[in-house]
Structure formats: C-alpha cells, structure tokens
C-alpha cells in the first residue's frame, strides 16, 4: 500500500516538473478551449493581446504555444487565471478566459483579475 502511495507522489511531482517546463522535452500539449467562448465576468481581458496582458499582470507562470493559440496562466497566493489567445485578424487575442482558487474550484475571473494587478 505504501509503495503505491510513494509511486503516485512521484508520478504527481514528475508531472508538475513537465508541466513548469523543468524538462528538456516539447511543451505539454494543453487542452485548449473553442474559440469564442467565454469564461464568466471576464468581459475587461476579452479582445486584449499578449502585450497588454504582460502589463496588466506582469510575468506569466506559464506561456503555452500550440499551432496558432496561446495559453498566458498568471497566479498569485490566492488564485490562478488562464487566459487564451486565438488568432483574429492578424492578431493573436484573448477569447476565453478562466478563473479558480487555488484548490482548483472556479472563481470569478474579473475578481481573480483584480488580485493579480
């Protein structure tokens, strides 16, 4: 029984080096959502770009790239918020928006938006 426990910790830490991108290998693959949908009262980060969220929350904890969308995840002590970028019109913008605490139960993102400035 120990054992198993001990094997699934470990699983555990290794997938969260992958994930902070401790390793040498690809980016992990992140389900990203449709285009053109919405996480919430994210209504303020919709249409923003790459630039304007960089200013907004300073450096992301992560920055994900697959084919033309984007992932910026931005956090602090209190909650993380994902922002996803899609291309539109020659632009790479923000269209879906998601929020959650840190024990990973969904927030609002307009509130979460406010603790991270």
């Not at 949908?37 to 790239?65: K, N």
């Amino acid at each position: 029984m120990n054992k198993a426990i001990a094997a699934a910790a470990l699983g555990l830490a290794l997938t969260g080096c992958a994930a902070s991108g401790g390793g040498s290998g690809p980016a992990p693959r992140v389900p990203l959502p449709a285009p053109g949908t919405t996480g919430g009262a994210a209504a303020p980060m919709m249409g923003a770009d790459a630039a304007t969220l960089l200013r907004r929350f300073g450096e992301p904890l992560m920055d994900v790239q697959e084919g033309t969308a984007r992932k910026l995840q931005f956090g602090n002590a209190s909650c993380v918020l994902d922002a996803y970028l899609y291309q539109r019109g020659g632009s790479q913008l923000v269209t879906h928006v998601e929020a959650r605490d840190r024990a990973g139960a969904p927030v609002d993102a307009a509130s979460c938006a406010a603790t991270l400035r």
